[in-house]
């Protein structure tokens, strides 16, 4: 059974940091790139970042290209978003999906097989 766990979420002020976790079993990172979505509260869900550890590619959606950073752990099959400077604008709850080999940076969601249950992010002004 495949699983995605997300962790890391909670209550920050703006300006502040975050790291969030994305735990996978039951597939293996290298063959099933991962991205993280986000859908704030009466808003359509977006895609963030995603990275394909088989080449250490990364994508990053416009809003959030230069305060957050995405990474792998292969060993530990999981990967960290890393937030930084966060806006009230990016108080969503965030998500972690898998996809297929032939990643390229999509943020498509037909294209994720596998979804995780999300973890809400809330950012103060």
């Known amino acids: 059974e495949v699983q995605l766990v997300e962790s890391g979420g909670g209550l920050v002020q703006a300006g502040g940091s975050l790291r969030l976790s994305c735990t996978a079993s039951?597939?293996?990172?290298?063959?099933?790139?991962i991205t993280w979505f986000r859908q704030a509260p009466g808003k359509v869900r977006e895609g963030v970042s995603g990275?394909?550890?088989?080449?250490?590619?990364?994508y990053f959606a416009a809003s959030v290209k230069d305060r957050f950073s995405i990474s792998a752990d292969s060993a530990r099959n999981a990967v960290y978003l890393q937030m930084n400077s966060l806006k009230p604008e990016d108080t969503a709850v965030y998500f972690c999906?898998?996809?297929?080999?032939?990643?390229?940076?999509?943020?498509?969601?037909?294209?994720?097989?596998?979804w995780g249950q999300g973890t809400p992010v809330t950012v103060s002004s």
């Open positions: 990275i394909n550890t088989r080449d250490g590619s990364t």
């Open positions: 039951g597939l293996h990172l290298d063959d099933h790139p």
């Open positions: 999906a898998a996809t297929g080999p032939d990643y390229s940076g999509s943020f498509t969601e037909y294209e994720y097989d596998y």
